[in-house]
């Protein structure tokens, strides 16, 4: 089972700056289109790896972050997306 953090935003260009943000603060993430089991958002979702959730959670008041996610991948392949703030 594999668990992930998913963050999904209102527009693209709140994804970019984000993602700029984060990686100034050396986070690991990757851009990546919405997964399906999520539909509200721009298109465009970053993950990354869930002992970040913490340091997400601080930084959420100062991001233009519109859900977190956690996002599991199980055993048989199959997605499952809850939703954490």
């Not at 913490?54 to 997306?81: H, R, T, V, Y």
Request: contains cysteine.
């Amino acid at each position: 089972m594999e668990e992930s953090l998913l963050l999904t935003f209102e527009s693209v260009n709140f994804t970019m700056m984000t993602e700029k943000k984060l990686l100034d603060k050396e986070i690991s993430l990757r851009t990546i289109p919405t997964p399906r089991e999520i539909s509200n958002s721009c298109g465009l979702a970053i993950k990354m790896d869930y002992k970040y959730r913490q340091e997400i959670e601080s930084l959420m008041q100062d991001l233009p972050i519109k859900a977190l996610w956690k996002f599991i991948k199980n055993s048989d392949g199959e997605n499952i997306a809850e939703l954490l703030k």
